[in-house]
């Protein structure tokens, strides 16, 4: 046995390139060496993340038979596509360490005591991967060394060094290895952040978003947005109500560090249909209506609109400076984002009048023949004449309505010759 950090670094050439044996890949070797001031768990994230596993191919060390039967109780992981890692197959073929055992029982300094390879036993198999992957030394749960549970007899052969101590440490190895990574898929189990794919692609979110109601379907994606950024608003989507705290924080999200003030009750002028002309008549005019009288204090309405309080908010926004200013005008990427998030959170449940605020002092100024390096002003919402005194801008930035009214039916409107 030889210690990974007592002969080669990462840049250098190994012996066993001139043997014709593969050497370790480089990263590997680079991690494996830092691998005593790491922590088990994150020695085993990284070389996760970042070391090709082996080719799975049947091995003497796999199940009984050279039978290589995947586990049935399989992580999430390799279920989203990724390579399988730790713990995850019935043999540990595709792994490329092996955990051991540190057989000193002196008191250890840390959870990795070393690393190790084995080149006199190190062979190659038919698919060109080495059948002796490096040793990896830890000083926890262990079958042997200062914390194990087994007879004393047993642990001072190993310790001792004694007649015959290669068989028993062989077999213990086994079952180490098993154990440890068992609890390294324990403990990576219970960590979002640790299963977590780009995109909200794991197992894990998609269990999230389906408590939300957006398992199922591209409701986000028709919204144009992603799945990770619902996973943002979980908290606030699974509320049954629509609060203005909660649409304010779905805002905030949306437009980071902007101001947000929403009004509720906010006063939307409806048409009240077609004027009806109030006579003092009675039948005839109670026939001409449909049998309904229609006079003051029975269902008339003087005028053809009315202000409608319960159907409608507001939101003002501040914004930070005039780069997100002038991402928040209509047609910009950010207003897009900012309608599909009020869409997501407010559905069905009343219309949102959207409008900014600015500082005129933010508004770009204008000029004629020459191209500015900011964004230029836009006529009727960021154009203003240079004045001394600030003064703010009310941008209307449109209307988010549950029910927008429909375009003209053109087999059903007469439309002109």
């Known amino acids: 046995m030889r210690p990974a950090g007592s002969t080669t670094g990462a840049g250098r050439e190994r012996p066993d390139r001139e043997a014709g044996v593969p050497p370790v890949p480089l990263i590997a070797v ?44 399989e992580g999430d992981a ?17 792994e490329p360490v092996r955990f051991r055992p540190r057989p000193r029982m002196g008191f250890p300094a840390g959870e990795i005591a070393a690393v190790e390879f084995d080149d006199e036993q190190r062979r190659v198999r038919s698919d060109g991967w080495p059948d002796a992957p490096p040793t990896v030394r830890t000083t926890f749960m262990g079958l042997y060394g200062v914390d194990a549970a087994m007879p ?28 440890v990574t068992l609890l390294y898929r324990a403990w990576k189990k219970y960590r979002y952040p640790e299963s977590f794919r780009p995109g909200g692609a794991d197992a894990h979110s998609r269990n999230l978003l389906c408590l939300a109601g957006f398992g199922w379907g591209d409701k986000p994606q ?6 990770s950024r619902m996973l943002a608003l979980l908290g606030l989507l699974i509320q049954r109500t629509r609060t203005p705290e909660g649409l304010a ?10 101001g947000v003030r929403v009004e509720e009750f906010f006063p939307a002028i409806t048409r009240a249909g077609r004027p009806q002309p109030l006579t003092s008549s009675g039948a005839p005019a109670a026939a001409a209506t449909g049998g309904t009288r229609r ?21 003002t926004l501040r914004p930070d400076d005039a780069g997100q200013a002038h991402d928040l005008l209509p047609g910009a990427w950010l ?30 100024r204008p000029a004629i023949g020459q191209a500015s390096a900011g964004p230029a002003p836009r006529l009727g919402w960021t154009t203003v004449l240079p004045a001394a005194d600030e003064r703010l801008i009310n941008i209307a930035l449109g209307v988010y309505e549950v029910f927008p009214a429909p375009g003209p039916n053109p087999h059903l409107s007469p439309t002109p010759a």
Do not use: W
């Open 78 to 94: 390799s279920v989203a596509g990724d390579p399988p890692g730790f713990g995850t197959r019935d043999t540990p073929a595709p």
């Open 249 to 258: 924080g779905v805002i905030a999200l949306a437009v980071p560090g902007a």
């Open 152 to 179: 004393s007899h047993t642990i001072d052969e190993i310790v001792l060094r004694e007649e015959g101590h290669e068989v028993v440490e062989a077999f213990l190895d086994q079952f180490n290895h098993r154990f």
């Open 222 to 227: 028709r919204a144009g947005l992603t799945d």
């Open 30 to 73: 680079s991690l494996l060496a830092r691998a005593p001031q790491m922590s088990f768990m994150q020695l085993c994230r990284l070389l996760e993340m970042n070391v090709p596993h082996a080719p799975h191919a049947p091995s003497s060390s796999g199940s009984p038979g050279g039978m290589d039967v995947p586990s049935s109780t």
């Open 335 to 364: 207003h897009r984002e900012l309608m599909a998030f009020v869409q997501l959170y407010v559905g069905v449940k009343a219309d949102v009048h959207l409008r900014m605020e600015v500082s005129s002092r933010l508004a770009p």
């Open 295 to 315: 006079g003051l204090g029975s269902a008339y309405v003087l005028g053809r609109r009315l202000a409608y309080r319960s159907r409608a908010v507001r939101v």
